[in-house]
């Protein structure tokens, strides 16, 4: 059965950092490209960040500069670090692992910026 789980969200004021990640299980993890999405009310989803099996990241222009993205094979870990948050930042952030023709996801958390 395959399960990503994320951890790290909470509540933080403007220009503070989280850090998020998300453990994955059921599957081999080192062949998924690995994304972050976010959702904020009334919004759609939208993609954060990915990293590729081979390292590749992209960035939302929105987030380009303050967040970055890494992942651990070893611990079928994936990370997005996130500085110098904006209250446009809140929102649930979703972790993906996306593979061609089959995308599994995580329950989210929540990520709070409050001015």
């Known amino acids: 059965q395959v399960r990503l789980a994320e951890t790290g969200g909470g509540l933080v004021q403007v220009g503070g950092s989280l850090r998020l990640s998300c453990v994955a299980s059921g599957i081999t993890f080192d062949v998924y490209d690995m994304r972050w999405y976010r959702q904020a009310p009334g919004n759609q989803r939208e993609l954060v960040a990915d990293i590729s099996r081979s390292y590749v990241e992209n960035y939302a222009e929105a987030v380009k500069g303050r967040f970055t993205i890494s992942r651990d094979n070893a611990k079928n870990q994936v990370s997005l670090q996130m500085d110098s948050l904006k209250p446009e930042d809140t929102g649930v952030y979703y972790c993906?692992?996306?593979?061609?023709?089959?995308?599994?996801w995580g329950q989210g958390t929540q990520v709070t910026v409050s001015s």
């Open positions: 993906s692992a996306s593979l061609v023709g089959r995308d599994y």
